[in-house]
């Protein structure tokens, strides 16, 4: 038996500033996202370059909030190929969260203020799961409602039965790099459950904090050990739905 082997790599886009342009912008996600995405302080809306890139971006400047996250942000570039990397894969999809309480004078059509991202990543219809991130609060919505706010819609989509307006997921999973304690408290104040550990899940970029290889290794970036935890079906019908409505709530 003879066989062949013709892969050929991608040829790699040159740029993503290109994205800016497009209108109307396809999210390219398989599943339905709620008409209706919002508690009474927050609302959740598709990240849209051409929309929300640049002024996202502006509000990164001089804040380490990519420090843990498994791409660099250093420039507009950088941002736009990973909402790229995101949309090309119809499991993914990328969020602005939008702080309702606070009125955006700039842009009173956004019904609020620019607050952070977050998404969903390797949705799974066969296997009803998927995982939060990336999740990223801009500094001055940090310590407020919205993080628990935001955190706390995308659970009740994913964990809620269709009949209810949810996705009807068994599971819904976050993943933490194992220095960043301030993620891993983060969902465990939500109701996630520490799993354990997975070693060496991923190799960082250059710069990235993380762990040294081994002599010889094929790839220069460190390595970074992750820490999974998990919000189940069982766990939400248990305790976890009541809880994360009292976290919404809370002022």
């Not at 009173?108 to 990543?121: C, D, E, H, K, P």
Request: overall charge neutral.
């Amino acid at each position: 038996m003879t066989f062949i082997n013709s892969y050929k790599p991608p040829t790699p886009r040159k740029s993503f500033l290109s994205t800016l342009e497009e209108n109307p912008y396809d999210i390219n996600f398989a599943f339905t996202l709620p008409t209706t995405f919002e508690t009474p302080r927050v609302k959740l809306i598709p990240f849209i370059p051409s929309q929300h890139a640049e002024r996202f971006f502006e509000s990164t400047k001089g804040h380490d909030l990519f420090r843990y996250v498994l791409f660099s942000c250093t420039t507009l570039e950088e941002l736009l190929g990973i909402v790229e990397w995101l949309r090309r894969d119809s499991s993914n999809v990328l969020l602005l969260i939008i702080d309702k309480t606070k009125v955006d004078p700039t842009d009173r059509n956004l019904g609020g203020s620019m607050a952070g991202i977050i998404g969903l990543f390797h949705n799974s219809k066969q296997n009803l799961s998927t995982e939060i991130g990336p999740v990223v609060i801009l500094p001055p919505f940090q310590r407020t409602h919205v993080c628990r706010n935001a955190i706390g819609l995308m659970m009740r989509y994913c964990l809620e039965l269709p009949s209810a307006g949810g996705l009807g997921y068994r599971r819904v999973q976050w993943s933490a790099n194992s220095l960043n304690l301030a993620s891993i408290k983060v969902a465990e104040r939500m109701g996630f459950v520490r799993e354990g550990t997975l070693r060496w899940s991923w190799v960082l970029p250059e710069g990235k904090e993380g762990k040294k290889s081994r002599e010889g290794d094929p790839a220069s970036g460190l390595g970074r050990d992750s820490v999974v935890l998990a919000v189940c079906w069982d766990d939400w019908e248990g305790g976890v739905r009541e809880h994360v409505d009292r976290l919404i709530e809370k002022v």
